[in-house]
């Protein structure tokens, strides 16, 4: 009984302090939305939004691939520390196993690692972490399934650092890139794809990267990520922002809804985000820098991008034994796609850093787009506001890819027009012909989520409970489970998520806004240029709480709010 007591409290300890940081590291990352002050609101929690959308197909086509040779796994040597104790003997009477003993020691050789790192000795951390690595190897005990959690989190752990190491030498001091250009049998025959039957599509896109690629160069200083990350949309998407793949991938950077949604991109029936240049960028930003914070290096990173961090993490998992240090370690294991899409983003970067050494000659990129925006409260067409104006047809739609109906929404909308012409544009817009389009009635597939209920479900698709209760023969609005499927009807045309202006008590403008997941005071204080406080004075707000379906607010034009 003595013995079984000491394995038991030696292995919550290992438990503790193994299993905690490898399951925090396994989770999805979330939105973090970083407002410009510390009053921040907590976000509503985000949830998948289904896929419903109209724009023209993606511009790349799928070009055959053999797989590559299997890599060699990397050989670690010991630096003569290992432990010697006999495999099936206990130690010195403590009630330790060797294999116990041997994962203690792995242990300590990691947190001695960790220290080395935080002293700036990288080359010493990674020699600790070899030797962590071979006492994890020999911490085998096949009728202790406790000991093989361990064991395996100690593992992933050892993986993780390794990796973040080797990412950090990448980088310079002088702030180059942090993607280091590996020009190998892959990638060269992503090249010669180039060079060959997709050699008018490389041209064609990097052309097109100037209407883009500026703005989005600017966004990853602002963010610190590196500006070669600016080229991923010539392989997401050939730079057009209207871009859609087989897979209902939408944009310059390719979200699918849910991961659109997860990261802050609104969806309604005259909007879709992911078509929109900037806060694609700035959600494409957020996702990228989650993945290298979880994986430790942007190869790693970009493959999640393209696959999900689940499959990746998956493969990290399922690795027979040892652990990679680099991305191609992990290559082989990827989905088919994947193995061609890092590839491919380096092919590119090959030829970008030398076009002549694989035979290019680069046209000169378009201008970026000029514009400034204003606000307009009324539906209108765009192609009646270009002849209003005077623009060349389809100007305003170039500018706002994001407009599913080439109209302004009937709410309250920023909109992109050419510079110098917002007084026009506001001028122009009352003697315009009001948009009003027929109602649609549409229904989409919503699973249940944790917390959820039918009256928060209704709200978020602007629907109501009897209509979701109709539609799947629903006895109680109470009895829904989760991982249920339900089909919910939704009316196109009243899906947005803020209503129609109305005049204020005070003579400025007032809206309302249904508080969506995902949504925050500064998310929603910034969409319609007001205040984190006012919204809160005049809605009654203690804090920062926010729940789906709520119903706000919101005063513009000087309105005092109280």
């Given at each position: 009984m003595k013995r079984s007591r000491g394995r038991g409290a030696g292995y919550r300890i290992l438990l503790a302090g193994l299993l905690v940081p490898v399951l925090a590291c396994s989770s999805r990352p979330t939105a973090q939305v970083a407002p410009p002050t510390t009053d921040e609101a907590a976000a509503v929690p985000a949830g998948p939004l289904p896929a419903e959308v109209t724009a023209e197909p993606p511009a790349i086509e799928a070009v055959p691939q053999s797989l590559p040779e299997e890599a060699g796994a990397r050989e670690l040597q010991p630096d003569g520390e290992v432990d010697e104790l006999a495999a099936d003997g206990l130690d010195d009477g403590t009630g330790e196993t060797h294999?116990?003993?041997?994962?203690?020691?792995a242990l300590d050789s990691f947190s001695a690692a960790e220290q080395l790192r935080r002293e700036g000795d990288p080359d010493a951390a990674l020699q600790r972490l070899d030797q962590a690595f071979l006492r994890?190897?020999?911490a085998v005990d096949a009728a202790d399934p406790v000991l093989a959690t361990a064991r395996e989190s100690l593992r992933l752990r050892i993986a993780r650092r390794i990796v973040e190491i080797h990412a950090a030498r990448q980088v310079t001091v002088d702030g180059g890139s942090a993607i280091p250009v590996v020009v190998n049998a892959d990638v060269e025959k992503e090249i010669r794809s180039f060079q060959g039957p997709e050699r008018r599509f490389f041209l064609e896109s990097y052309e097109r990267s100037g209407l883009y690629r500026p703005r989005i160069v600017a966004q990853l200083r602002e963010a610190g990520l590196p500006e070669d990350l600016s080229w991923l949309p010539l392989v997401e998407s050939g730079f057009k922002d209207r871009a859609l793949s087989s897979a209902r991938a939408l944009g310059l950077w390719q979200f699918i809804a849910s991961t659109g949604y997860r990261y802050g991109l609104d969806r309604s029936d005259w909007v879709d985000e992911r078509m929109d240049p900037e806060k694609s960028t700035q959600a494409a930003i957020e996702y990228l820098s989650a993945l290298h914070a979880l994986f430790g290096d942007w190869m790693t990173a970009l493959a999640a991008y393209n696959c999900g961090e689940g499959a990746v993490l998956r493969q990290i998992r399922n690795q027979s034994e040892?652990?990679?240090?680099q991305f191609w370690d992990l290559y082989e294991r990827l989905p088919r796609e994947t193995?061609?899409?890092?590839?491919?983003?380096?092919?590119t970067l090959a030829i970008l850093e030398d076009p002549e050494r694989w035979g290019f000659e680069l046209p000169r990129p378009l201008p970026p787009l000029e514009y400034e925006t204003v606000e307009v409260t009324r539906p209108a067409k765009l192609e009646a506001l270009d002849r209003a104006l005077a623009l060349p047809a389809g100007t305003l739609a170039r500018l706002n890819p994001e407009l599913r109906r080439n109209a302004t929404?009937?709410?309250v909308y920023p909109l992109k027009v050419p510079a110098g012409?917002?007084?026009?544009?506001l001028a122009s817009l009352p003697n315009l012909p009001r948009y009003d389009p027929a109602p649609t009635f549409t229904s989409v597939t919503h699973r249940v989520r944790s917390g959820e209920t039918l009256s928060g479900i209704a709200a978020r698709y602007g629907t109501s409970v009897r209509a979701i209760m109709a539609a799947n023969r629903l006895r109680s609005a109470n009895r829904i489970s989760l991982g249920q499927r339900l089909v919910v009807p939704s009316r196109g045309g009243s899906s947005s998520a803020a209503t129609a202006p109305a005049a204020s008590a005070s003579g400025?403008?007032?809206?309302?806004?249904?508080?969506?997941?995902?949504?925050s005071l500064w998310r929603i204080a910034t969409r319609y240029g007001t205040t984190i406080d006012r919204i809160r004075r005049d809605n009654g707000l203690g804090g920062s709480f926010l729940r789906p379906g709520q119903l706000l607010t919101i005063r513009l034009d000087g309105a005092s709010g109280g």
């Open positions: 294999a116990t003993h041997q994962l203690h020691l994890m190897a020999g040892g652990y990679f240090d193995r061609r899409y890092v590839p491919r983003f380096l092919a929404p009937a709410a012409a917002g007084p026009q544009v400025g403008r007032e809206i309302h806004h249904r508080v969506r997941p995902g949504d």
